[in-house]
């Protein structure tokens, strides 16, 4: 399962943001801020959709190839925001906070998931991934929210 979406994800730049260099951040703190119009919820395997799971799985087992270690201190959010609205804000929220990215956004249409990753000088990185509602019309709330999930890595060997 965790090869269907690896596989269903592409890779592929964001025409809407360009590639650029973060001077210095605007805000000292340079921990992620919550999602926008969100709820935290326990980062705990009842809260997450199946895909999402899924998702986190492949990006653990992918990353550790590069030397990326990523963390348990996970970070989880239910919320009404497109996927498009919460990697706006996250861009310019994580480009305050002195984080660079490539501007490339994995997505999957397939399962609905949407990946981008977060660098903050060579040991640190955090992964945004955003899944879409697992039940649009289902009568339980939870499963009709996007569902947002910061992963925070150690960087054990830098990017070549």
């Keep these: 399962m965790v090869l269907v979406v690896a596989v269903a994800c592409t890779r592929k730049p ?20 919550e999602s926008p ?15 999402m799971l899924f998702a986190v799985g492949a990006i653990v087992s992918e990353v550790e190839k590069d030397g990326i ?10 919320t009404d925001a497109t996927a498009a609205e919460i990697l706006i804000f996250y861009s310019q929220q994580m480009k305050d906070r002195g984080w660079t990215t490539d ?5 999957s249409s397939k ?4 990946i981008q990753q977060y660098r903050h000088g060579t040991e640190e990185a955090w992964f945004l991934v955003i899944s ?8 339980d709330p ?3 929210k996007r569902h947002v999930v910061l992963l925070p890595a150690i960087v054990k060997k830098p990017k070549s």
Excluded at 38 to 48: G, M, Q, T, Y
Excluded at 103 to 107: C, E, I, L, T
């Design 14 to 33: 964001n025409p809407e943001m360009p590639k650029e260099q973060v001077s210095a951040p605007v805000v000292v703190d340079p921990t992620p801020p």
């Design 37 to 51: 119009n969100s709820l935290e919820v326990p980062a705990d395997i009842k809260h997450f959709p199946t895909f």
């Design 111 to 114: 399962v609905g998931v949407t």
């Design 69 to 78: 270690q990523v963390q348990e201190s996970m970070r989880l959010f239910q």
């Design 103 to 107: 501007n490339q956004v994995a997505r």
């Design 132 to 139: 879409d509602p697992e039940e649009a019309q289902s009568s």
């Design 142 to 144: 939870a499963k009709g």
